[in-house]
Structures are given as structure tokens and as C-alpha cells.
């Protein structure tokens, strides 16, 4: 069964030091997705993606943040600098069509800011 | 207020009871709602979704809207241990992408 896959599944950083997760998802899905859970907390929306552009975005992603889809099958969420509280689980997810109640999650990374 | 309010438990039941999990949520412009699993250190995993109000089956899985007083249940039929998770009930407003989840509920199934 085809799945979104997730790497590396845990990351450890320095606070100011820019990080890259990495996300493969479902082939033939269209649209593209990065969510957190803060440890105890919400699972939260940080982004979409479509057609090699952000659809919509949270007040959390702000300029520290940036998406890219590199090739065809790679999507990638950076954080410039980071910091403490950006230690949690991200999420990436994939759906096919514009309905977004059909999201397929990837495993996570978990970040954890030093 | 919240857009999507849960219970998070935790919600303990023996093997073979009926579990009811329940969300009441604000905006009246959702019209989709979905309910996801979750367990330990894993990504969400899509159990079930419906459109509007009415109910929908789906093995020993039922999920029920009722948009009058905006709340949204699922219930489990003859729970089994591996049922144990937390189930995080979730809405968006059509047209557009960002998903809305709630707490989620933990659930612990008692062999």
C-alpha cells in the first residue's frame, strides 16, 4: 500500500541552526502538507502546497519557515534558525484531489531544539 | 471558543463494549468531518469521513453529524485492545486546505 514516508525520523539541533525535513509523498497525490504536534498538544496546520505553490498557511509559519518541492517526488519543510519551541513532531501529508478529508500522514520527525 | 472541542480523556472500556467518542465544534461553515487514529508516536491515519449531517458505517465504525447543535460522534461496536489509541475527530471548511483537529481522545481497550 503506497505511503507518505518521513526522514530522518528524529532530529536533534542546536537553537539558531537551520534544519531540513524531508518528506516522499504518495505518488500520484497533488496536494502537499506539513503539521506539527507539540508533545500533549494539538496536531496543528502549518502549510499546503499545490501546483509548486503555498495554497494557504498558518500564522505559525512565518519567514523562519519555507516549503520547496525540489524534483518530483521530494517535499521539503526548512526552519532558518531555530528555536526552543519549535521542538515537536512535524507531519508531512499527502491527499489527492482538493478535498482535504482524505490526508495521508508520513510517520513524523521528531525535532528537538538544544 | 475553540473551533473544535474533544475530550481528551482518557476513556477506559473492557473488551467488547460500545465506545462513544464525541466533538462539538463553532463554525457553521464546516460540511466535512473526519475522524483519525492516532497511536503512540505516529502520524494521524484516517478512519472515516461524512458530509453534512447523517451517519455513516463502516464495519464495527459509525460516525454520526448532527449539525443542528453542531456535534460530531463516533462510535466503536465490539472494541478490541488493538482499538486502544487516541482518536482525533477533525473538520475543514470546503474550498479550503487547512485541516482543523481536535484534542483527540485516548482510548485504552481492557482485555
Known amino acids: 500500500e503506497p505511503e507518505v514516508t518521513q526522514t530522518p525520523s528524529h532530529q536533534v539541533t542546536q537553537m539558531g541552526q537551520e534544519v531540513i525535513l524531508r518528506c516522499v509523498p504518495i505518488s500520484n497525490h497533488l496536494y502537499f502538507y506539513w503539521y506539527r504536534q507539540i508533545l500533549g498538544q494539538k496536531v496543528e496546520f502549518l502549510v499546503s502546497f499545490y501546483n509548486n505553490e503555498i495554497s494557504e498557511k498558518s500564522e505559525i509559519f512565518d519567514d523562519q519557515f519555507s516549503v520547496e518541492r525540489p524534483d518530483g517526488s521530494n517535499f521539503t519543510l526548512k526552519i532558518r534558525s531555530t528555536k526552543l519551541e519549535d521542538s515537536a513532531m512535524y507531519f508531512c501529508?499527502?491527499?489527492?484531489?482538493?478535498?482535504?478529508?482524505?490526508?495521508?500522514f508520513g510517520s513524523g520527525t521528531q525535532l528537538s531544539v538544544l | 471558543q475553540k473551533e473544535v472541542e474533544q475530550d481528551p480523556g482518557p476513556l477506559s472500556v473492557p473488551e467488547g463494549a460500545i465506545v462513544s467518542l464525541n466533538c462539538t465544534y463553532s463554525?457553521?461553515?464546516?460540511?466535512?468531518f473526519m475522524w483519525y487514529r492516532q497511536y503512540s508516536r505516529k502520524g494521524p491515519e484516517l478512519l472515516m469521513y461524512?458530509?453534512?449531517?447523517g451517519n455513516k458505517e463502516d464495519g464495527r465504525f459509525t460516525a454520526q453529524v448532527d449539525k443542528s447543535s453542531k456535534y460530531i460522534s463516533l462510535f466503536i461496536r465490539d472494541s478490541q485492545p488493538s482499538d486502544s489509541a487516541t482518536y482525533l475527530c477533525a473538520t475543514y471548511v470546503t474550498g479550503g486546505f487547512k485541516t482543523i483537529f481536535g484534542a483527540g481522545t485516548r482510548l485504552f481497550v481492557k482485555a
Open positions: 501529508a499527502s491527499s489527492s484531489g482538493t478535498g482535504t478529508e482524505k490526508l495521508f
Open positions: 461524512t458530509y453534512s449531517s
Open positions: 463554525n457553521s461553515a464546516f460540511q466535512y
